[in-house]
């Protein structure tokens, strides 16, 4: 039965070449549901980016399927692996000069990056004085839990003491939660580690849609002439966000720098 719910426009194609991104594409932005979210999602990082008061340069990282160029085409694109995106950046190793980068974009990224202080470390680096790191990421709801665990191909471990973990292959060595330990369980120890970057948000997304939308491993099942009857039944499940939310938006903006010797508060 869950063979038969599983879209077949992929199959074939390996997870992370071009032919795979292209068909994700095409599947996110012909289902409206789908489309909704990532609508939602991508207003966020742009808003982010947006609230930045100085010029630099606009970076996604891992795009992947992406279409946030479409939606502002100052965004550079990139990703791990040629010929994907305009550019091959690995988070860990940012080829920017210090203090230029205005936003780091990262949608269904940041779970993937093996050595996410480095990446930090990074960040801390480049971004300009106000600049952000802007991403939607795995929520740790107790629907999420159960959904990522047991649902889906990439491991949620929660368990973990350690952030880091060994990858040799990009697309599926990762820990989606990873952003609940380092921003919500450890969050102390990321403030201690690098005090110019302040987490200024963590909210939950819309998520009913997402779920009966199938993602872009299932079928979707939804005619379009209901799609704003589900939207209107998102609005009225919010409040059980806490309880249900798959994704969560989190927003760091980096501050002035700490002067040696001062606390920090």
Known sequence: MLGLLKEPALA?????????????????????LLKACYDAWYDRLLGDARSVGAEGVILELGS????????????????????????????RRL?????????????????HIPDVATFFSEAQRTL???GVISMIEVAHTPFARFF??????????????????AQTDSMMDSNQALSWMVF?????????????????????????????SGGVTARYLIPHFATGCF??????VRPLAPLFALHWHIRIRKTAPVPVGATTV
């Open 12 to 32: 074939g194609f390996p997870p992370g070449s071009r032919e795979f991104f292209a068909g994700q594409k095409a599947l996110i932005l012909n289902r409206p």
């Open 64 to 91: 992947g399927g992406s279409y946030l160029k479409m939606l502002e085409p100052r965004v550079i694109t990139s990703d791990v692996s040629q010929d994907i995106a305009e550019q091959v950046v690995d988070a």
């Open 95 to 111: 080829p920017f000069k210090d203090g230029s980068v205005r936003a780091l974009l990262l949608t269904h990224v940041f779970h």
């Open 128 to 130: 300009v004085p106000g």
């Open 148 to 165: 990522f665990r047991h649902f889906h191909h990439e491991p949620y471990d929660d368990t973990r003491r350690e952030w880091g973990f």
């Open 184 to 212: 919500v369980r450890d969050r102390q120890r990321f403030q201690t580690h690098w005090p110019e970057l302040r987490i200024e948000a963590v909210s939950f997304m819309p998520w009913l849609t997402y779920l009966i």
């Open 231 to 236: 939207l209107g039944l998102e609005r009225l």
